[in-house]
C-alpha cells in the first residue's frame, strides 16, 4: 500500500456516506438475508455488508483498481434495555433505534488519524460513545461501547488490516 493517508481520507468518506450517513438511499437487502451498503470514489471501492439487527456480525472491504486491500470484520449488540430521563424525573426507555440513531451520530465524528469506527468520546444528552483500538491501518483490533448515564447499553469489536497477495 503505497498512499495510507489516500487510504485513511477514502475510508472516512466512505463511512460518512454509508452506514454513519442516509443509509437508507444506498442499502440493498440480499437474497441471503444480508445488507450491503456501497461507495466509489476514482479508484477506491468500499463495500459494508452486514447481517442482523441487534446481534450483528459484518465486514468492510476496500478495492483499489479492482484489486482488494484493506478489510475489517465487526460484531455488535444491545446488551442492556436501560431508561432515560426525558423531564425531570419523569423516565420511559430507550428504544434499540435510539441507540443505532446516536450510534450513526457518532460514526460521523470518524477521523483520518483512526478511519476504524468512531471517535475516542463522543456525547449527546445521556449517551456516550466511547472507542478504543490498538494498532494502525496495517492491522488494528479495538472496541466501542455506549452508555446510557453509567449503564452500558451497546458494544462491538472490531479488527482487521491490509490485505495483501
Known amino acids: 500500500m503505497e498512499n495510507k493517508l489516500e487510504l485513511n481520507k477514502f475510508l472516512v468518506e466512505a463511512k460518512r456516506n454509508t452506514y ?3 443509509r437508507k438511499s444506498r442499502e440493498i437487502k440480499l437474497l441471503d438475508g444480508g445488507r450491503e451498503l456501497t461507495f466509489e470514489n476514482g479508484i477506491y471501492k468500499y463495500r459494508d455488508r452486514y447481517y442482523g439487527f441487534n446481534y450483528f456480525s459484518g465486514q468492510e472491504v476496500v478495492w483499489q483498481n479492482e484489486i482488494p486491500i484493506w478489510s475489517m470484520n465487526y460484531y455488535g449488540q444491545i446488551i442492556k434495555e436501560t431508561y432515560k430521563t426525558i423531564s425531570g424525573s419523569v423516565q420511559r426507555k430507550i428504544t434499540i433505534d435510539e441507540i443505532y440513531d446516536f450510534l450513526k451520530k457518532a460514526l460521523r465524528n470518524v477521523s483520518v488519524d483512526s478511519p476504524y469506527r468512531g471517535p475516542s468520546k463522543f456525547e449527546f444528552e445521556n449517551l456516550n460513545y ?15 461501547f455506549i452508555n446510557n448515564i453509567n449503564t452500558k447499553v451497546y458494544c462491538l469489536d472490531f479488527h482487521g488490516g491490509l490485505i495483501q497477495k
Open 130 to 144: 466511547f472507542c478504543d483500538f490498538w494498532g494502525d491501518l496495517e492491522m488494528f483490533r479495538g472496541k466501542e
Open 20 to 22: 454513519a450517513g442516509d
